[in-house]
Every structure is written in C-alpha cells, then in structure tokens.
C-alpha cells in the first residue's frame, strides 16, 4: 500500500493516465491462489468500477478459442510472473490488440516484461509452495485498483472512497492474528484430522476465499477439501452431509450474514460437523473461531484469510506433513 494509499487518493503511478480510456470490460485471467484473487476482485471491480469483468482460468481460456474484444482490459496475476498458461494468455491477449497489465510479485519475470504495465505486489519472496503473502497482496492490489478505477471512472463518491481507505489502513491490523486465536486454532486442528472431507462455504467474496481455503487444506494436509458458495449448497453437494463432514462456514458479519447462516443451518440439520469463523457466535456450530468485529467486509476477508491458512497449517503439522514443501508441488508452473 506505500506510496499507493494516499491521504485523499489511491494512486498507481506505474498506470498510465489513458489506460483506462475507452475499456468496457476487464478480463481477468490466472491460476489456482491468483485465480481465487482474481475472482474475488471480480466482485470488486464490478461493484465499485461498475465496469463488466470476466475471470479466466488460464489453462481453459488458451484453448477455447476465445473472442477478445479490442476494448477489454486484460489482467493477469500471477505470483511468480513464470506460470505458463498464465504467460501464454498474455500473449494471446497482446497479439489481439488488447492493454494489458500484469499484476505480480517477481520483479523482471516473464509476465511483467510481457504486459504493457505492471503493478508488483511486493510481498517480498514466497517461498512456500503454498502462496499465503502473495494473495493478501494481491487482494490488497486489487481492491485498490478497484477503487482507483471507480475514482477515474467517477462511479463512486468521494466519500464512499475515503470510508474505503480508512479501512484499507486497517489491513495490517486485520492480519495480525493474536496468539490467542493462533492457540485456539492449534487445539482445534486436532478435531479435524480425519472425515471424508471438508466443505468451505462463503458468499460473495467469501466464496473465493472459502476455495482458496480448500486450496490451502489440501495442499498441505492431503484432505480432501472443497469450496462452494454457500446457496449451491442445497443443488448437489448437501447429500454428502453427515458428522464426518466437516464444514467450515465463512460467516462474516457485513456481507449477507443472514443468509450464509440459514444455508449453514439447513447443514447442520442433516448433522454436519460445523465450525464457523464468525465475529457472531453460532448456537448450531460444533466448533467456534471467534474473529475480530470489523466495520468492512473486506476486513473480516483478511482475517479470515489467515485464520483459514494458519488452520490449514496447524491441520498439516499434526499430520506430520512438510507445510512449506508439500508433495507433488512446485512453486512455479512452467510447464503445461
Ligand atoms: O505464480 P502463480 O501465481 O502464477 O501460480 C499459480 C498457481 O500455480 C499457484 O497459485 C498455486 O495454486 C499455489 N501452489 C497455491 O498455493
């Protein structure tokens, strides 16, 4: 956020001024953890920006004989800037005549030479297989942006947009998990060690985070876990409801509580094991992760996030499992 988060305005001086101009539609594209970014900004940028937006997983949109519409604004994001599907739908995007800006942590990769622009997320390097620093700032980066384009494009008041960054300043404070709720996670890992597999379930820009939670469990664990938005519950995936499910419900506060909680609910009547992440306590969870009470939304997805990757942590390290090399992984993708 330095040098980005001013006092009065968000600023990229990496964008050029007219690169916004004529855009009516922002296509995002990436993979696995900077997919779940890109899909959660997704709901950002439409929100905020009011521009159209489409996410792309890049191993699909190579080969679907894509149209790309001369005023869409390409984005990739990608950690290491090397991912090959990522790094060949840049260059698609290129040789359609597309602007395009690479969102990355690896200064000079393959990507951030590519792209017309480029905005680093600067997490510092990551050299855990599992990418935890590199999505909070990627999400950091992209809610920004969001704002940023709403500020150009006037589709926000000033006000909104100050209400915005007061909170994006408490970002920091927000990842900073107390060695209070670190212990509780700790104790509670040992609950969920076995079962057939756990549902991660959230709305809006808790659903991306509910996958990447899944991501994160299975990464390191070796559990089968899966994330859903919450309201699919009921079309398919509630069948496999019993106690050796284990649900683990994002349940912020300020993005439609009531009605993640009475998805939540209809599971805990077929008797899934429920632990909720939740600043609300929840009479029908099992099991309680108590998290700070925010005034955005974006605030409780940051904490969230940790609290969702440090369980994922805890869980492997109970497992025996090498949480920073985990098998059958490598940290960049480079090859098809
Ligand atoms: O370097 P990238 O962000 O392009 O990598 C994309 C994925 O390979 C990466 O996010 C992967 O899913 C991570 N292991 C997730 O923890």
Redesign the pocket.
Known sequence: MLGRLGDTAITFDELDSDLFIGINEIKLC??????HAALASSYLFERYAKVRTSVEIASEFRYKEPLMAPDTLFIV???????AD?LETLKMAKEAGLKTVTIC?VDNSSMVRMADATILTRAGIEKG????K??ATQMAVLWMLSLHIASERKTLAQSEIARHMAALREVPSAVKVEDELHERLKRLSKRYLHGHGFFFIGRDVFFPLALEGA??LK?ISYLHAEGYPSGEMKHGPIALADPGLFTIALMPENMLYDKTKSNVEELSARDSTICSISPKPFNLADDFIPVGERSHYMLEFFEMMVVVQLLSMEVAIRLGNDVDMPRN?A???TVE
């Open positions: 990436a993979c696995g953890t900077s997919y994001i990608s950690q290491s800037g090397e991912t990522t942590n297989v599992a990418s935890t590199a999505f991501l994160k990464e992984l940290k960049s993708v």
